[in-house]
């Protein structure tokens, strides 16, 4: 595993990448959270598609679902990259679809898309909070 901090802007985003999975399961993924926050003060998440268990993108297991939940409780925002063409399912596509949409999860095909969202999305929800 990899941990790189790049910054957008002003906007300091934890680059992960790994050759395998590391987000396994809920509790190994609240310890990369924890890990990137504390380590490098981000609550911003960029991750390659590998470092994510398979069974993330089988909404049926509910894993995607938990996790998400556990990064919102948290403040942590997360942007997952890489290709995503092999998922045909068209409940894991609307979900991709609406997470893009949204300004905590986002799904990307590259590590700059990733990171732009990210950034973007944050400097939107800052935006929206002062306006309320």
């Avoid at 002003?10 to 396994?24: F, R, Y």
């Avoid at 995503?84 to 590259?110: A, H, M, V, W």
Wanted: hydrophobic share 35%; charged share 25%.
């Amino acid at each position: 595993m990899n941990i790189e901090t790049v910054k957008n802007g002003n906007l300091p985003v934890a680059v992960v990448t790994s050759d395998g999975p590391i987000i396994t399961d809920t509790q190994s993924a609240l310890d990369l959270a924890m890990t990137v926050k504390y380590g490098t003060g981000c609550t911003n998440i960029a991750i390659n598609k590998g470092a994510i268990v398979d069974d993330f993108f089988v909404l049926s297991t509910r894993l995607a679902g938990e996790i998400l939940q556990k990064f919102t409780n948290y403040g942590v925002r997360l942007a997952i990259f890489g290709d995503f063409s092999r998922y045909t399912s068209k409940p894991l596509q609307d979900f991709i679809y609406e997470s893009n949409k949204g300004k905590s999860f986002y799904f990307q095909p590259d590590r700059s898309s990733a990171i732009d969202k990210l950034c973007s999305g944050a400097r939107s929800k800052r935006r929206d909070d002062y306006e309320r």
